[in-house]
């Protein structure tokens, strides 16, 4: 039972910790253990760490990671090979990454009895499409030193989506949102359907919006004459991480609250940074609302987007172009708690909702990491559907089994497929219709409440019969047919069908894709020499599913599928608007 999860944030200088009861979903004690570089390692900081959360039970510890490069995706159980990896990794986020790796190692040294789990930054930005994730240089360097978009703050966007649509009591399937994390780092994100499409921050933390001390964009031209000027790199890093954003902009200070009360005061400098620091967001609001052919909310989060009122005014004012109009009252009001931790900022009439909601990573990542240690969640990266396909089989009921192989008898068990729990039978019938037979049809166990025989519609032909096309077990209406067996046939007066071609999928699969039990979605089928994309594709999700897509032998025959084919989803939004394009929801590796 995983009740108690240590969440650490191991920075540069400290290492954040929040110790999280998952089952009640609250904090039980959180803190900051400083001063780490300083004559004291992360082993040293870990004990002091320890000691304040000492008698209390902690059952997992789960990891803040930055960086996942293009491989680690999933929350992923930490193994030595794991911190191998990330390792590796370090040169993509230097300041990140290797302090992450520092605190995983002395919290694993502290804590070697219970499971550690790495969370990424990186997760949620599996799924931009390529042309987001692409930077226009040669391609070739770009794949050599992985010069791609990447993107930071996954964790508080999927978060605040999520809790977002919840407020709007609309799933979030059906939504195209803008996600605004604006804290000491800033990064903006287009959710699209639960996935997200565009983000601000790239390869590094250092792109896009103003933040507290970091620069954002800049032209790369002006990073080029600042080198030819005599700045050394060290010193371009230090004024682009350490000196800008707000305090370079200020000249004083990287906090709002300070900015603000000067800017109050008539400081020209302070009411530039705001006016920048806006704009800035402004311009993504609108870029992305472009990008995803419309928008339906607004989410603000992070210190600044749940706390400063000034700010979510100056962002928000003027789009009612956009639809969206800003209700300053609400506004006003916010008080974010983690009781309510969300606030609708527009008027009632506006088309375009803005919230701000508060964010909490530290809550995400001790879910998902109970997730992973109770093994609900898939811990690898994949992202692709293998592929089975269903030659002419039946389903028996009792009855029907005694009627065609005597009154005695038992299936035998001849070998498990794929589902756990189904299996092939020695036993085989004949199936006969009007116009044909069809012999040797395979029996699958276990027997069923009702019999059900699945064709295909080339077998259809050779039955002389109409199989309706129906999803397993709604036979109300289906087709006669009737079977032959050593001990007797028996004639059923429904039963036939054509099975409708389905994707079986535990839970955590259905929430790594974003899709839930009955919808329907389009699979671009890999693997055999005549790519195919299948629409009308339903999802079944249960508990006791393994994750796998049905087809029978006349759609596997049209895609020329071989062994070991896959399929990658591509989600097809179910709203009546009919003008967003399907597209993929997991790109696969490298995509
Ligand atoms: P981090 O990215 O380090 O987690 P936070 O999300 O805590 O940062 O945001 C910190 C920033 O939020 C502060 O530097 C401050 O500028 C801003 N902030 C927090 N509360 C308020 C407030 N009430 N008004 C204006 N700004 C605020």
């Known amino acids: 039972m995983v009740s108690n999860v240590l969440v650490l944030n191991a920075g540069s200088s400290s290492v954040k910790y929040r110790l999280i009861d998952v089952l009640g979903e609250r904090t039980l004690r959180e803190g900051k253990v400083e001063r780490i570089g300083e004559g004291r390692t992360h082993q040293e900081a870990l004990q002091e760490l320890l000691a304040s959360v000492a008698g209390q039970a902690i059952d997992a510890v789960g990891h803040r990671v930055v960086h996942g490069g293009a491989e680690l995706i999933a929350p992923t159980l930490v193994d030595d090979a794991l911190v191998v990896k990330l390792e590796q990794l370090s040169p993509l986020a230097p300041l990140h990454n290797p302090h992450n790796v520092a605190g995983l190692r002395a919290a694993r040294a502290a804590l070697p009895q ?53 407020a709007l009591g609309r799933p979030l399937t059906e939504l195209r949102l803008v996600t605004l994390h604006l804290g000491n780092g800033a990064s903006a994100c287009a959710v699209e359907h639960g996935s997200a499409t565009e983000t601000s921050m790239g390869m590094t933390p250092l792109e896009g919006l103003v933040m507290g001390t970091r620069a954002g964009d800049v032209d790369p031209g002006a990073l080029l004459a600042l080198l030819r000027s005599g700045l050394s790199v060290d010193e371009l890093e230090q004024l682009l991480m350490q000196g800008s954003g707000l305090k370079g902009l200020s000249g004083v200070s990287n906090d709002l609250r300070d900015i603000q009360a000067r800017a109050a005061a008539g400081e020209d400098r302070a009411r530039l940074a705001i006016s920048v620091f806006a704009h800035r967001v402004r311009t993504y609001i609108g870029a992305y609302a472009a990008t995803m052919g419309g928008l339906d909310a607004v989410v603000l989060t992070g210190g600044i987007g749940e706390g400063s009122a000034q700010m979510r005014r100056r962002i928000l004012q003027r789009f009612d172009y956009l639809g969206l109009t800003l209700d300053d009252d609400r506004n006003d009001a916010v008080a974010l708690t983690d009781a309510v931790p969300s606030a609708l900022l527009s008027t009632r009439a506006s088309r375009v909702a803005a919230l701000a909601v508060k964010t909490n990573e530290e809550l995400a990542i001790a879910l998902k990491t109970a997730r992973v240690v109770r093994g609900e969640q898939r811990t690898n990266t994949a992202s692709s559907i293998p592929i089975a396909v269903s030659a002419r089989h039946v389903h028996l009921n009792e009855e029907a089994l005694r009627a065609l192989f005597g009154p005695e008898h038992r299936l035998t068990h001849l070998k498990d497929i794929s589902q756990p729990g189904q299996f092939a039978c020695e036993e085989q019938v004949s199936v006969i219709g009007p116009r044909g037979r069809l012999d040797r049809v395979r029996i699958l166990g276990p027997l069923r409440q009702q019999t059900q025989v699945e064709i295909s519609r080339t077998d259809e032909f050779a039955l002389g019969v109409d199989a309706p096309l129906r999803d397993s077990g709604k036979l109300e209406g289906s087709a006669p047919i009737t079977l032959e067996g050593p001990a007797g046939s028996l004639h059923l007066r429904e039963g036939l069908i054509c099975a409708k ?91």
């Open 114 to 166: 219970v499971p550690h789990v790495a969370v990424f930054d990186t997760a949620f930005f599996s799924t931009l499409p390529r042309r987001a994730r692409t930077y226009a240089i040669d391609q070739e360097l770009a794949q050599r030193y992985g010069v791609v978009r990447y993107g930071f703050h996954g964790t508080s966007h999927a978060y605040v989506a999520e809790l977002a649509a919840r």
């Open 501 to 591: 071609r389905h994707i079986h999928m535990h839970p955590s699969d259905a929430e790594h894709f974003g899709v839930k039990d009955g919808d329907e979605v389009e699979v671009k089928l890999q693997g055999g020499p005549r790519d195919l994309t299948f629409g009308d594709v339903l999802i079944r999700v249960s508990p006791s599913y393994r994750l796998e897509m049905h087809i029978d032998t006349d759609e596997a025959n049209a895609a020329e599928l071989g062994q070991g084919a896959e399929g990658t989803l591509v989600y097809t939004p179910s709203s009546a608007e009919g003008v967003v394009t399907s597209r993929r929801l997991r790109p696969s590796a490298g995509g």
